[in-house]
């Protein structure tokens, strides 16, 4: 038997892994290219981010249907070709604002210019990067559809979970690459040829994948003995679809008049911007905290250990449900009910990454605090789509999916606007804007910690109110 399933399963790792790269290169150019290049503010770069995560959202919402519309070979490489398009407009922002402006804004990087000409500059280079960073949230929408299909088409049910679990990795792969790669990039090239490079993968990326996919069926590398592996559950299929498609489903307006979907609501709500924050501001929290860029050996290792912590805990998401389903006999939803309320007193070790960095004068008590609570919202979060399956009718689910990712999108765009505009308040205020011992902008950052931190407690209380026992949907 042939394997070249597993062949395509690397591409799509791969792609994942660019997927991550290409997101992450804004927030580890911001603080020392970005930032003093375009006279931007941390309530600047709180709209470009919180604007990415609203589009990214609602993007999600048609992504999976545009990729059926299409078929995999096509929706995968348009998707990928967008997003990589995306990420190489930015290396053009600097040119551009110069072109709209009659400024040169890398002449006037660090030096005091008329407020009107550095409010030109940053208005208009705003602008541009909200365009790029819509481009770029456009196609990254596609990824996880695209690659979630292409499993379906090369992998029976049983190797799934697993074919899955390898191309999943990317994102956490991507994470950990990105300190490693584009900080120095961006120091021995400039910032604009870090987004072109790593821009420049996935239409590598694509290359391949235009010659390697087909499907299963009309692949010349996949021989008798494979099709017949893949297409092992093809009957099962066809008469679990047929029962699917003999199963109402429950219309869009009437979701809203479920407490099951306003918990997942809630869930989604108040923690995936949790996530997003420590995303988008985790270096340049340790740039102004601990004057350790992200150019540095220091703020590389900083950002790599963070999300090396969240890989390795995170992993514990899914097997706590497990053992108390078959250790305890615990219903599957109690069992995640309960295994979320444990996981979401992770994130309360945000609560301490403040004071504890501030008073030994170390940042690597912020990144194991900060780690510990990212791992957290992880594990959080893949029992949080889970009690999806457990409440409600398989033909409702991608519609409620659907609903809490664009809650969580608008969780994510008001945690990221506040957080950028509180911290120019505070860097503004100085020592007249002070919260619980701290002054200014780290009085700012710790306020957020503190949202950050009681998130996840204040959404299970709020979801455990509004479904107090398990009760499934039937129609």
């Not at 399963?9 to 790269?21: I, Q």
């Not at 501030?358 to 959080?380: D, E, K, R, T």
């Not at 209380?461 to 107090?468: A, D, G, I, Q, W």
């Amino acid at each position: 038997m042939t394997n070249w399933r597993w062949w395509l399963c690397s591409l799509l790792f791969v792609a994942t892994t660019v997927n991550y790269l290409d997101r992450q290169v804004l927030s580890l150019t911001y603080e020392e290219f970005i930032k003093p290049e375009f006279h931007w503010t941390d309530a600047d770069y709180g709209t470009i981010t919180s604007f990415f995560s609203i589009l990214y959202a609602l993007a999600c919402l048609f992504a999976g249907k545009f990729v059926d519309w299409m078929g995999t070979k096509k929706g995968y490489i348009i998707a990928i070709g967008v997003w990589s398009l995306g990420a190489c407009m930015h290396a053009a922002c600097g040119w551009a604002t110069g072109l709209i402006t009659g400024e040169d804004p890398v002449s006037l990087k660090g030096m005091e210019v008329a407020s009107n000409v550095a409010l030109a500059i940053s208005t208009t280079s705003v602008y541009l990067f909200l365009l790029c960073r819509g481009v770029l949230a456009l196609g990254e929408a596609g990824n996880f559809p695209a690659a979630v299909k292409v499993t379906a088409e090369y992998f029976p049910k049983k190797d799934r979970a697993f074919a899955t679990s390898i191309f999943n990795a990317g994102a956490s792969v991507g994470a950990l690459a990105a300190p490693l790669c584009i900080p120095p990039l961006a120091l021995k090239f400039g910032w604009e040829m870090a987004f072109i490079i790593i821009g420049a993968l996935g239409f590598i990326w694509m290359f391949f994948w235009a010659f390697m996919y087909d499907k299963p069926e009309d692949s010349r590398h996949v021989n008798a003995a494979e099709l017949e592996y893949v297409h092992q559950d093809d009957e099962a299929e066809a008469a679990e679809k047929a029962a699917l498609a003999s199963q109402k489903a429950i219309p869009f307006a009437k979701c809203f008049t479920y407490r099951q979907t306003w918990a997942f609501i809630v869930g989604k709500f108040l923690t995936d911007g949790v996530w997003w924050f420590f995303l988008f501001w985790a270096p340049s929290y340790f740039s102004n905290q601990f004057d350790a860029p992200a150019t540095s050996r220091l703020g590389q290792a900083l950002i790599f250990t963070l999300y090396a912590i969240v890989t390795v805990v995170s992993i514990g998401g899914g097997y706590l449900p497990k053992i108390f389903v078959e250790k305890k006999g615990m219903h599957p939803y109690n069992g995640r009910m309960l295994s979320m309320l444990i996981f979401a007193f992770f994130p309360l070790s945000a609560l301490l990454a403040q004071p504890l960095g501030m008073h030994f004068n170390s940042p690597w008590w912020p990144v194991v605090l900060i780690g510990l609570a990212a791992a957290g919202h992880q594990a959080w979060s893949a029992n949080l789509f889970s009690t999806i399956g457990d409440m409600f009718p398989r033909s409702t689910i991608a519609t409620v999916t659907g609903i809490g990712a664009m809650a969580g999108g608008v969780g994510s765009m008001i945690v990221q606007k506040v957080a950028g505009n509180l911290f120019t308040y505070a860097e503004n205020a100085g020592s007249a804007f002070t919260f619980l011992g701290f002054e200014g902008k780290p009085a700012g950052y710790f306020t957020v910690f503190c949202f950050c931190g009681v998130a996840y407690l204040f959404a299970w209380v709020l979801m455990k109110s509004l479904v107090p026992k398990y009760k499934q949907i039937t129609l």
